[in-house]
């Protein structure tokens, strides 16, 4: 177990702002995140597990606590005993998310290849339920061993228990869990899911999509357009949810801007989760307040993707909290929505 002392933030999160982490414990296995735990109460300070640092902006003031970096990383695949023709994938925390996408697609796996791509490790992904290009974490996780850091136990959550909703978790709201492996149900007779825009239209330009592989590859591919390169740039992806409105509400909309895409919510996984029609953000922002590429001091939203904010050299977390607080007053005061935001906010 390493520990280390007044670690810059910007170097452990995508954003890449952000002052000094009191202390790091880069973890390998549950021993050490005990000994994490105890560091931060023999110091009386906070903690904090960090994951890949792909959802987090954090304070230019930095985290004066413990910072736990789950570095597990192990892998195994078996049948499923009890579901034929199905495979469960049990993945340490720290594994990287993508490097698992890679490896499911490589052993010929359905079921994750939609979520190619995204940032961050294995055990942060269920935190937020990530999604994209119409799948959710949530399609395929069977359950997760969550360590409680008030009492010691190890819990095994299944899915349901898991409280899934759209970018939601009971993870979220309850973080004296640490999650440290993830159980996933994986099938080599899958079938693709194409019906999202980008990916139907590639298929419509006469793409083979019809392995895990090359779904994942395109997926890597339309991600690197709407995405700012993380060499240049600082990003979280998408800062903002898109919002979910009451049927009642979006017809609202639509008699003011016709256009307005929706989606219908099916239904709710999790209590806090409304049910009615999702908007796209992004169009919001675009086709609504024109600000597509709107930029104050070093913060923009990327010209590609206006739902994402970048973070220009010099900027700092400050800068993009107030710009980010811009944005969510342009939207309250033209459409009357309160607009959430998706990434996390440590030290504020």
């Not at 002052?19 to 296995?29: K, T």
């Not at 675009?286 to 904010?309: A, I, M, S």
Request: aromatic letters at 10%.
């Amino acid at each position: 177990m390493k520990v280390l002392e007044n670690v810059p933030l910007s170097t452990l999160t995508t954003f890449k702002v952000g002052g000094f982490a009191r202390y790091l414990v880069h973890a390998e296995n549950e021993e050490d995140i005990q000994t994490a735990l105890a560091l931060s109460r023999e110091r009386g300070l906070p903690w904090y597990v960090l994951g890949g640092g792909s959802n987090i902006l954090a304070s230019d003031k930095g985290y004066e606590g413990v910072l736990i970096h789950p570095i597990f990383t192990d892998s195994v695949f078996h049948k499923d005993l009890e579901i034929k023709g199905k495979t469960v994938a049990i993945i340490g925390a720290g594994v990287v998310w993508d490097d698992f996408v890679r490896e499911a697609a490589t052993r010929e796996f359905w079921g994750i290849e939609n979520l190619a791509g995204i940032p961050g490790s294995v055990g942060a992904a269920p935190v937020q339920n990530i999604g994209a290009y119409g799948a959710d974490i949530s399609d395929t996780l069977l359950w997760l061993e969550a360590l409680d850091a008030t009492t010691g136990i190890l819990r095994r959550f299944t899915k349901e228990e898991c409280l899934f909703a759209y970018r939601e978790s009971r993870f979220k709201h309850e973080p004296s869990y640490i999650i440290l492996r993830v159980a996933f149900s994986l099938t080599q007779d899958g079938v693709p899911h194409i019906d999202y825009e980008d990916l139907a239209r590639r298929a419509e330009q006469g793409e083979r999509l019809d392995t895990p592989q090359a779904i994942g590859m395109v997926v890597r591919e339309i991600r690197a357009q709407k995405f700012p390169d993380l060499v240049l740039s600082g990003t979280a992806g998408s800062f903002f949810k898109n919002p979910i409105l009451s049927n009642e509400s979006y017809l609202q909309l639509v008699e003011q801007f016709p256009e307005l895409p929706g989606f219908p919510v099916a239904g709710a996984v999790h209590a806090a989760e409304k049910k009615g029609v999702k908007i796209p953000l992004a169009w919001v922002l675009d086709h609504v307040l024109n600000l597509r590429g709107y930029t104050k001091n070093q913060v923009k939203l990327f010209e590609n993707q206006p739902l994402v904010l970048v973070a220009e050299r010099g900027a700092t977390a400050h800068e993009v909290d107030m710009f980010a607080r811009e944005i969510e007053l342009h939207v309250q005061e033209k459409i009357s929505i309160l607009i959430e935001r998706e990434i996390r906010m440590l030290g504020f």
